[in-house]
């Protein structure tokens, strides 16, 4: 029996990419409750001359992708619809490791059309739509009213749960300046499937109809997905590509953290806040507008001495005490400031963690350890050994080397700023709202 798939947990849609109006601002853009479908292809030499730009190097067995993409859920870019053809190209990794897409030609529907205007004007009007026909999955888009392509696959049942990274992809620039570039991170569960058919239709664009496969080599999908766009950077600026790409896999893990946190700056000043974190905001909590203000000014004092703290990254700025905040209604909240890995906001800021005293929540340890400047791999070690787990069944846990975990944890305390597991053990605790 095929394991069904979860769809991700409630995830931030007010602080990603809105404007005044509603509508579409200016990225980073979240996407939410979406599903995918994607096969991998490679394609004939002739079609990767005629169609990849001069400056872009292919891969030497000219690979490719054919997407399906769409989500029903309110957002900046959302409900919307997409397809598309990219070409897999070198030399423009994202971060985890992953070749970048040079995309060709696809159609976004009109709640998309930001995309089309701001990052990639290689997309066209149009859209996309999903069906099930028994066990085979279906995707098919185009222009407006018609298919330009058509894909089919069969689920295997073989799922990657929890599965976060983020892709690069190149496209033309709006305004006519060349090609950029901008960054996709995801988070959802993936299940394999064996791709059974991509055909392109006879009411395909005249960009599209000559992007015909010459072989299928793999397939996914992928449902409840949340995706966050980067905003677009020049091609030739390697450094702020990796930098947006960082921030914009910050910013998907901040939005999964499952708990009320917030990311603020010397000035108590809200960069963003998590979804529980909404139920703080008004005249009973603690956001107001974009600033964090307490109802007495002892507990706004304090507040502020452990964000600077944690922004400055002082000493001990770790194991910075809790601070109890009184609320109007005279119940109590503990907040913990925390020092933020400066890359989600470009500058100094801390991440904020709220918690009920009577009323502890949990959240995802390891995506609160990347916020603190861990990659994900580190994070997941340090959350099971800062949870107690010898290095020996960490290793086993995560099938890595005992080797492995011990060397990475040197890292790791440097950059915790840590000597010894129990110190771990406390940072962990404190994420959890247990310490």
């Not at 997407?67 to 870019?77: K, V």
């Not at 990274?165 to 995801?186: E, K, M, R, T």
């Not at 921030?247 to 939005?255: G, M, P, Q, Y």
């Not at 304090?302 to 005279?330: N, Q, T």
């Amino acid at each position: 029996m095929r394991p069904e798939l979860s769809a991700t947990a409630p995830v931030d849609k007010a602080f990603l990419g809105y404007s005044d109006t509603g509508e579409a601002g200016t990225p980073p853009w979240q996407v939410t409750e979406a599903s995918f479908l994607v096969i991998g292809l490679t394609w004939p030499e002739a079609v990767i001359r005629e169609f990849l730009p001069a400056e872009l190097t292919p891969t030497p067995d000219f690979r490719g992708i054919a997407y399906i993409f769409g989500s029903d859920q309110p957002g900046p870019l959302s409900p919307y619809s997409c397809c598309f053809l990219a070409i897999e190209v070198e030399g423009h990794d994202s971060p985890d490791g992953s070749r970048a897409y040079y995309i060709v030609t696809g159609h976004i529907s009109r709640r998309g059309e930001a995309v089309r205007r701001q990052i990639n004007a290689n997309f066209l009007p149009g859209g996309s739509r999903q069906w099930a026909e028994g066990e085979v999955l279906a995707g098919a888009g185009g222009p407006a009213g018609a298919d330009g392509m058509r894909m089919r696959l069969r689920p295997t049942g073989e799922v990657a749960y929890g599965t976060n990274g983020v892709h690069n992809f190149i496209g033309s620039d709006p305004a006519g300046g060349g090609l950029q570039v901008y960054s996709v991170a995801f988070t959802g569960d993936f299940e394999v499937a064996e791709p059974l058919a991509l055909d392109i239709l006879d009411d395909a664009t005249e960009q599209m109809r000559p992007l015909r496969p010459r072989a299928l080599t793999w397939g996914l999908r992928a449902p409840g997905l949340t995706v966050t766009y980067s905003p677009p950077r020049r091609i030739g600026d390697r450094a702020a590509i990796q930098n947006e790409a960082a921030r914009v896999t910050l910013l998907e893990v901040f939005s999964h953290l499952g708990k009320p946190a917030v990311v603020a700056d010397r000035d108590l000043k809200v960069r963003y806040a998590t979804r529980q974190a909404e139920a703080l905001r008004g005249d009973g909590g603690l956001l107001h507008g974009d600033l964090l203000r307490c109802r007495r000014p002892e507990d706004q004092a304090a507040l502020r001495e452990i964000v600077a703290a944690a922004s400055d990254r002082a000493e001990g700025a770790f194991d910075l005490p809790p601070i109890a905040i009184e609320l109007p209604d005279g119940a109590r909240l503990l907040a913990r400031a925390m020092p933020l890995d400066p890359t989600l906001t470009g500058g100094p800021a801390a991440l904020l963690l709220f918690s009920d005293p009577a009323r502890p929540a949990r959240g995802n340890t390891a995506r609160s350890l990347q916020l603190l400047g861990l990659t994900p791999a580190e994070a997941r070690i340090a959350a099971l050994v800062g949870a107690g787990e010898p290095p020996r069944k960490a290793a086993a846990a995560l099938g890595i080397t005992e080797h492995t975990i011990r060397s990475s944890l040197k890292v790791i305390y440097d950059k915790l700023a840590v000597n010894k597991q129990t110190e771990l053990a406390g940072i962990v605790a404190r994420l959890e709202g247990v310490g």
